[in-house]
């Protein structure tokens, strides 16, 4: 981790549903307007480059990773010397599969790729699972994803959080209906794990689906840093990561996280559990 602070930005963006082109020259304005903010990490949200209601063109608009979209964002931080993360369709290796995946890119190029896990509603139509809880480092810190919905999977932020990360990243597309649970939850998982939380979230509206707006930059007390409104915006702020050992030391969730414990009782309620949804599917 670095002793150095990190200027972090999250994108909140409307996008134009299935015009990929159109919705990458925005997000790279909105980046140019966070960099000139002095933003050295910025997140964009959730398929930013295709929108989300796109779900009889989910095929179509997917794209390989690496592939266009991301060599293009890959170019801008290479010649910027910045770091840019965000989620698109990306298409499968096997025939008509597709993940929403996020990725993580610096001036190096493309540092590694999360494939979503847990799939929100009738997203489990569209869209393949992931299965892996990668953390990526970089020259500041080790740098989870989670994707929206997962930001209600506490477990999830958990596993990362055991995995050395200092930093969580949510690309989100979350619904206006549940904005109290992005509130809540979004500080109850940076509080929890003692780290920063970074959700850059949609705005607008796509069909009969309104988006929260209200990116956020969380710190590891669950205080929120900055906080965008329902627009298009790059919020901006300056994070020491000593402020992560401090919290820790604070409240010291880790250091007293009974995880064989938990892991071996995890396991016997997950079965239980299996065995209750099986019996209920008689």
């Not at 796109?54 to 010397?81: C, F, M, S, W």
């Not at 205080?223 to 409104?229: C, D, S, Y």
């Amino acid at each position: 981790m670095s002793t150095n602070p990190i200027t972090v930005a999250a994108v909140q963006m409307k996008c134009f549903p299935g015009n990929k082109e159109k919705n990458l020259q925005k997000a790279l304005t909105l980046i140019d307007d966070a960099r000139s903010k002095g933003a050295e990490l910025i997140i964009l949200p959730e398929l930013f480059l295709t929108g989300y209601r796109v779900e009889e063109e989910d095929l179509a608009l997917a794209e390989t990773i690496p592939g266009y979209a991301v060599e293009q964002l890959g170019k801008y931080a290479r010649e910027k010397k910045v770091f840019l993360a965000g989620t698109i369709m990306e298409v499968g290796v096997k025939r008509g599969v597709v993940y929403n995946t996020a990725f993580l890119i610096g001036p190096e190029g493309l540092i590694g790729t999360y494939r979503k896990v847990h799939l929100w509603d009738r997203e489990q139509l569209r869209w393949a699972c992931g299965e892996e809880y990668p953390v990526f480092p970089t020259p500041f810190g080790r740098v989870g994803i989670q994707i929206c919905y997962e930001v209600g999977f506490p477990e999830s932020a958990r596993i990362l959080t055991l995995k050395g990360a200092d930093m969580l990243l949510y690309p989100s597309a979350f619904g206006l209906p549940r904005l109290y649970a992005w509130d809540l939850a979004t500080r109850s998982r940076a509080l929890e794990n003692g780290l920063f939380l970074i959700a850059a979230n949609r705005s607008g509206q796509e069909k009969d689906t309104q988006f929260a707006g209200h990116s956020r930059i969380v710190n590891p007390q669950g205080k929120v840093l900055m906080e965008a409104k329902n627009d298009d915006e790059a919020i901006v702020a300056t994070v020491d990561l000593a402020e992560i050992t401090e919290q820790r030391r604070r409240i010291p969730y880790l250091r007293d996280l009974k995880r064989f414990l938990v892991l071996r009782e995890l396991s016997k309620a997950c079965f239980v559990d299996m065995l209750n949804l099986k019996s209920m599917e008689v």
